[in-house]
């Protein structure tokens, strides 16, 4: 089941500026003939942002979620940010992307 999902990571818009603002949207494809229940996202990148979450009820079968962070990058340097989705039915899905931050 796992490798059929669509989860990303993208960056979206700013400039990767350490101290200006950017987003980045993560998008998730619910590849399942169920629909999801009870979804929670959660996005993280340490020297980038606090971890944040947001909560879905549902998730209908083959339809696309987006979800848009914005967030001031606090450190210059290669940073990761790290995305999450844990619901009843799938566990533990992961989409990840690399950030090079500048000094400003």
């Not at 990571?9 to 500026?17: F, I, K, R």
């Not at 350490?18 to 020297?47: H, Y």
Request: net charge positive; proline share 4%; with cysteine.
């Amino acid at each position: 089941i796992l490798e059929r999902c669509s989860f990303h990571v993208l960056q979206t818009q700013g400039e990767t500026v350490a101290g200006k603002e950017m987003s980045v949207a993560v998008e998730f494809t619910n590849p399942l003939r169920q629909t999801l229940e009870n979804v929670t996202l959660r996005l993280e990148g340490p020297g980038l942002l606090r971890t944040v979450k947001k909560e879905f009820r549902q998730i209908p079968m083959n339809s696309t979620l987006t979800w848009e962070v914005k967030f001031i990058p606090k450190r210059a340097g290669l940073r990761k940010l790290i995305a999450s989705l844990n619901c009843d039915a799938l566990r533990h899905v992961y989409g990840e992307l690399d950030v090079q931050i500048r000094k400003q």
